[in-house]
C-alpha cells in the first residue's frame, strides 16, 4: 500500500529540515575561564564561596577555584606571583603592596567601616583572664595579629597611640585569624584583633570572656572606609575585564539572594564555621550587598591612616589603587 499524500509531504518536509540544519554549523557552549580565587576565611568571603556552590560563576562562563589563606600579605603574593588571578583580603595589604610598587590594584569591596552605631567590622579583644580593661592596659602584654604589616598592626597602632601608649611596648605573635581563639584560651597571647564570626564566639566563650577594647581600623572615621576587598593584578585586569564583568554579574547573583531571604546569609555563617544557631545570632553579618566598585575618597582614610602611624613612607594616591571595571 502507498503512504498516504499527507505522510509522503511530512517525510518530504522532514528531510528537507535535516538537510538544512546539517548545513548550519552547530555554535559551541560557551568556553569557561578558569579563575582562581584565594582569600581569608572570614564571613564576607561567604557571598564568593556561595556563587561558586550556586554555580553562578559557571553560569557566566567562569570555572571558579577558591583557595583559602591564611593571611592578607600571603593572597598579595598569590596574586602577584599569578598563582591566583583573584585576591580577597582586608585593604590595608593592598594598599602596602601598591606603595611598593607591586602592580594589583582594587576592584571591588565588600564591606566599610565609619562612625556611625555599628559601622565597624573589626575589633581589638582581651581575655577576661589576662586582667586588661582597656588599650592602656596593652604595654607589656602579647597581642595576635593575623600578619604583620597587614589590617591588624594598622588597627593596634592608631588605638595604642591615642590610648598614649606604642605598639613597640607591646609583644606580638602572628596567628591566624580562626587559631586565635585557641591563643587567647590557652594564654598564648592577651589580646588580638579579630573579625566576625571569631569576634562573637570568643565573647560567649565561657574560657575566654573576650573584653572589647576598640572598634574599627582607624581611629580617625568621619569618611566611611574600605574593609573587605577583591583586587587583581593590574596587567591582568586590564587585559580580562569581560572576565571581572562575568565575575561581579555572579556576585550580585548571590546578592540578590541575600536579599531575597535575609535568613540565608547567616545560615551560610552557621554551615561554613561549623557554629551553633544561638551564637550566630547574636553576630553582626548585616553586609550591604550592594554595589562592589569603591571610591577613592573610600580609599584615602586609610592611607592617611598608614602615613600618620609612618607605616608609609611616602604619598600613595587612592585612585593609582583602584582598577574600573567597565
Same mark, same amino acid.
Given at each position: ?7 509522503r ?5 522532514l ?11 552547530v555554535a559551541?557552549?560557551q568556553?569557561?575561564t578558569?579563575?582562581k ?7 564576607a568571603?561567604?557571598p564568593?564561596?556561595y556563587?561558586q556552590?550556586q554555580?553562578?560563576?559557571?553560569r557566566?562562563g567562569l ?6 589563606v591564611?593571611a592578607?600579605?600571603a593572597v598579595?603574593?598569590?596574586?602577584a606571583?599569578g598563582s591566583a ?19 594589583i590594584r ?6 566599610y567601616?565609619?562612625a ?27 597581642l595576635?595579629?593575623?600578619?604583620m ?6 588597627q593596634?597602632?592608631?588605638h595604642m597611640?591615642?590610648?598614649g ?9 602572628v ?5 586565635m ?21 570568643m565573647?560567649?566563650s565561657?574560657e575566654?570572656k573576650?573584653?572589647p577594647?576598640a ?6 572615621q ?6 573587605d576587598?577583591?583586587?587583581?593584578r593590574?596587567d ?11 565575575f561581579?554579574r ?6 540578590a539572594d541575600y536579599?531575597k ?6 545560615r551560610q555563617?552557621t554551615?561554613?564555621?561549623?557554629l551553633s =544557631?544561638?551564637?550566630?545570632? &547574636?553576630?553582626k553579618?548585616? *553586609?550591604?550587598? +550592594? $554595589? !562592589?566598585? /569603591?571610591?577613592?575618597?573610600e580609599?584615602? =582614610?586609610?592611607i592617611?591612616? &598608614?602615613?600618620?602611624?609612618? *607605616?608609609?613612607? +611616602? $604619598? !600613595?594616591? /587612592?585612585?593609582d ?6
Open positions: 500500500m502507498n503512504p498516504h499524500p499527507t505522510t509531504m511530512r517525510a518530504a518536509l528531510g528537507a529540515a535535516l538537510a538544512v540544519a546539517a548545513l548550519v554549523p559551541p557552549a568556553a569557561q578558569s579563575l580565587v584565594a582569600g581569608l576565611r572570614t564571613i568571603f561567604i564568593v564561596t556563587a556552590k554555580g553562578y560563576f559557571k557566566e570555572d571558579v577555584e577558591v583557595i583559602t591564611g592578607g600579605p598579595i603574593s598569590a596574586v606571583s588571578q583573584i585576591g580577597y583580603s582586608a585593604s590595608v595589604p593592598v594598599l602596602f603592596a601598591r606603595a611598593q610598587n607591586q602592580p582594587i576592584f571591588d569591596a565588600f564591606t567601616e565609619s556611625k552605631a555599628g559601622g565597624q567590622w573589626t575589633w581589638l579583644v582581651a581575655s577576661e583572664k589576662s586582667g586588661i580593661k582597656s588599650v592602656k592596659d596593652l604595654a607589656g602584654k602579647t595576635a595579629m593575623n600578619a604589616g597587614a589590617v591588624c598592626e594598622l593596634f597602632r592608631e597611640v591615642k590610648a601608649i606604642t605598639f613597640d611596648s607591646a609583644k606580638k605573635i596567628v591566624p585569624f580562626p587559631q581563639q585557641a591563643a587567647l584560651q590557652l594564654g598564648n597571647a592577651d589580646a588580638a584583633c579579630v573579625v566576625e564570626p571569631f569576634f562573637t564566639n565573647r560567649v565561657p575566654i573576650a573584653i577594647l572598634s574599627g581600623i582607624v581611629t580617625s568621619a569618611q566611611r572606609y574600605t574593609l576587598v577583591l583586587f587583581a593590574e591582568w585586569g586590564r587585559a580580562n575585564q569581560e572576565a571581572l564583568r562575568r561581579n555572579g556576585l550580585m547573583l548571590a546578592f536579599r531571604d535575609p535568613t540565608l546569609f547567616r555563617i554551615e561554613d564555621f561549623k =544557631p544561638a551564637v550566630v545570632s &547574636l553576630m553579618s548585616d *553586609l550591604e550587598f +550592594t $554595589e !562592589l566598585q /569603591p571610591s577613592s575618597a580609599i584615602k =582614610p586609610l592617611d591612616g &598608614l602615613l600618620r602611624q609612618g *607605616l608609609l613612607k +611616602t $604619598e !600613595l594616591k /587612592p585612585e589603587v583602584i582598577l574600573q571595571v567597565k
